[in-house]
């Protein structure tokens, strides 16, 4: 396996390896890599002739006095765990290489980037600007056929699929479902800080979502379905940042099962850790 810390490395090591006649798959990670991760990096092994996977913490993407500093990093251990993973290729730069002194061109995609965690309420519209930009310089680093992405991050997804669309970048984005602890915890990188009473906290939030799932299948109306998940995240003293039901195609706000597939989407601080989950109900019939 390769690293390489530039972006001629990168196109370097592509010629060097065949890409031009393989197909190449990218997963976009910051690391401190867990099962989740590995989720993407394995189908990007099966489906691709080559894997490359990108190691980044994103200055661009963190306000001021978000966790920039305290993100959790250990690159020698994911560089095993890629190694043994079958990633071919790793890219992982310092800052100064992806945002050289004077840069100021960025992609916002707009409307789909001002709610959820793009809400003033929450991480903002620049969290995504910040998301966008990184995935398409990465997205023209590498050149891959396919860039493989988490449904832990919903909205992040259906935002990178928007940009590749509307800015016709030759590349397939392929997303795939949130690995959780068998307790029902999505795994976030961010786990790690949580302590052991925080960690049995958090179980509220998949429990929640849980909820509104059953409730969905059993024929339940959203508004009591949301109502029963927020009660759910009340016992355990979580106030969430957001908990809300969206149409999954383009993140419009909804209030009732329409025929639609609905995202439900949840953000809310544990102790000093902010999580993020989210379930995605497949259309059901409109409510009476
Ligand atoms: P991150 O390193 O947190 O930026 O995540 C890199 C990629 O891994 C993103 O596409 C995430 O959506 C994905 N990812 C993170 N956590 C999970 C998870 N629990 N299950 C599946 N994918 C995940």
Redesign the pocket.
């Known amino acids: 396996m390769r690293v390489e810390r530039t972006r001629s490395g990168v196109r370097r090591a592509l010629v060097e390896l065949g890409a031009a006649k393989r197909t190449v798959g990218l ?6 890599l ?4 590995l ?2 990096l394995e189908a990007s092994v099966a489906r691709c002739d080559l894997t490359v996977m990108s190691l980044f913490v994103n200055p661009t993407q963190f306000r001021p006095g978000e966790d920039l500093d305290r993100y959790p990093r250990d690159e020698e251990r994911d560089l095993e765990v890629a190694e043994a993973a079958g990633v071919d290729l790793v890219y992982a730069p310092e800052p100064g290489e992806v945002y050289p002194e004077g840069f100021c061109t960025y992609v916002s995609v707009v409307g789909l980037t001002d709610v959820l965690c793009g809400g003033p309420e929450s991480r903002g519209r620049d969290h995504f600007r910040g998301v966008t930009t990184v995935v398409c310089k990465l997205l023209n680093t590498v050149g891959p056929d396919y860039a ?6 919903a909205q ?2 259906i935002v990178i699929s928007r940009m590749v669309g509307d800015l016709d970048l030759p590349v397939e984005i392929v997303s ?5 602890d068998p307790d029902g915890l ?4 961010r786990n790690a800080y949580l302590d052991p009473s925080e960690r049995e906290r958090a179980l509220a939030i998949s429990r929640a979502l849980g909820r509104i799932e059953l409730a969905a299948e059993g024929g339940e109306d959203l508004r009591a379905a949301l109502e029963g998940a927020r009660e759910e995240l009340a016992a355990e003293q979580i106030e969430p940042e957001y908990l809300e039901a969206r149409d999954a195609r383009d993140l419009s706000p909804i209030d009732r099962f329409n025929g639609q597939p609905v995202l439900v989407a949840v953000a809310a601080p544990v102790g000093e850790i902010r999580l993020i989950d989210n379930v995605l109900i497949p259309p059901r019939p409109m409510e009476g």
Do not use: C, E
């Open positions: 997963v976009p990670t910051m690391g401190y867990h099962d989740g991760h989720s993407l493989f992405f988490g449904r832990k991050d992040q997804a795939l479902p949130t690995i959780r999505a795994l976030s990188s």
